[in-house]
């Protein structure tokens, strides 16, 4: 089993920065994706941005101000988030999968307990 445990949520002001990080423990893959989703009570669950061997991926809304960068070695993933609006605020939840990125949340077998990002206008 992987065990996926996130950091570096918060409360900031509009136009404010944050940094979320991702852990990975336990399997080790040779091979697999990590990304980071969020959610919205009453929304839908959307990716928001995805590294794996083949490809990075951000969804349109936050190209130009998120950076998703991951450490192999350590296992680890984070995403600098800058110029935050007060539209960012979610919870925002660590996943994997194995093989390629997808955008398809259910395709993601192993996640974290998600971490609280709220923005002030």
């Known amino acids: 089993q992987v065990q996926l445990v996130e950091s570096g949520g918060g409360l900031v002001q509009a136009g404010g920065s944050l940094r979320l990080s991702c852990a990975a423990s336990?399997?080790?893959?040779?091979?697999?994706?990590m990304g980071w989703f969020r959610q919205v009570p009453g929304k839908e669950r959307e990716l928001v941005a995805a590294?794996?061997?083949?490809?990075?991926y951000y969804i349109d809304s936050v190209k130009g101000r998120f950076t998703l960068s991951r450490d192999t070695a350590k296992n680890t993933m984070s995403l600098q988030m800058n110029s935050l609006k007060p539209e960012d605020t979610a919870v925002y939840i660590c996943?994997?999968?194995?093989?390629?990125?997808?955008?398809?949340?259910?395709?993601?077998?192993?996640w974290g307990q998600g971490t609280q990002v709220t923005i002030s206008s």
């Open positions: 590294i794996s061997w083949n490809g990075r």
């Open positions: 996943a994997a999968r194995e093989g390629s990125y997808s955008t398809d949340g259910t395709s993601y077998a192993y």
């Open positions: 336990g399997r080790t893959f040779s091979s697999y994706a």
